[in-house]
């Protein structure tokens, strides 16, 4: 069974531009989360999505979005881009959400320069 | 707010004895769940064990096992016969909520293990 891919694996934006990124769960997972990790604030949780809907939501400014379609590949949005959003963007996908084994994703490195 | 603090933000051990990972956590609910994670140098990030709040039974998965205190909000997870492939950042999280879509996710700030052969 293929694992989680994220896409692309590397990214670099300017400072104000906007980037999606990209998720493909594991085959029959409906559930995908998305995390921020960083040097100084470490692994942060964004959102989860099941069957299309965001379910479950962090502590991030409207900037961030995402959404899920019927495939239940997921989409990450940043706007306007920071300095402070380069960070390592993992997903994962699980059949559960968070009380099933998730399945990481290898990330998408953001350098906003 | 939650917090979880891994106070031990480097450690070491040499292959085939066992360590002890911390973790505390603070929150006023009585149900809530606690997960270690491991994250290998370049490898994707894997569940490694979960603890539900309700039950008293510490959890165990092969060589990795957890205590599990409620009362002291504490969580460490022992890595028995360590190996060099248990090389990695542990992280803690703690997760509070429920009906599937109030969950609030809060991780540690994670401790790096190095396996020494």
């Known amino acids: 069974k293929a694992g989680v891919t994220q896409t692309p694996r590397y990214l670099i934006k300017t400072r104000g531009q906007q980037v999606t990124l990209s998720c493909s769960p594991i085959s029959g997972h409906r559930s995908v989360s998305w995390y921020q990790q960083t040097p100084g604030q470490g692994l942060q949780f964004l959102f989860e999505y099941f069957s299309e809907t965001q379910r479950n939501k962090g502590n991030f400014p409207g900037r961030f979005s995402g959404r899920q379609f019927s495939n239940s590949r997921s989409e990450m949005n940043v706007s306007t881009l920071e300095l402070g959003d380069s960070a390592l963007y993992l997903c994962?996908?699980?059949?559960?959400?968070?009380?099933?084994?998730?399945?990481f994703g290898p990330g998408t490195r953001l350098t906003v320069t | 707010a939650q917090t979880v603090t891994q106070s031990q933000p480097e450690m070491s051990v040499q292959e085939a004895e066992t360590v002890t990972l911390s973790c505390t956590y603070d929150t006023s609910e009585n149900n809530y769940y606690l997960f270690w994670y491991k994250q290998p140098p370049s490898r994707q990030m894997i569940l490694v064990i979960r603890?539900?709040?309700?039950?008293?039974q510490n959890a165990t998965e092969n060589r990795f096992s957890v205590n599990f205190q409620k009362a002291a909000k504490s969580f460490s997870l022992k890595i028995s016969d360590s190996q060099l492939g248990d090389t990695a950042m542990y992280f803690c999280a703690f997760m509070e909520g429920s009906g599937g879509s109030n969950y609030k996710l809060t991780f540690g700030k994670g401790t790096l293990l190095t396996v020494n052969p």
């Open positions: 603890q539900e709040a309700y039950k008293q």
């Open positions: 994962a996908s699980s059949l559960a959400g968070f009380l099933g084994e998730q399945y």
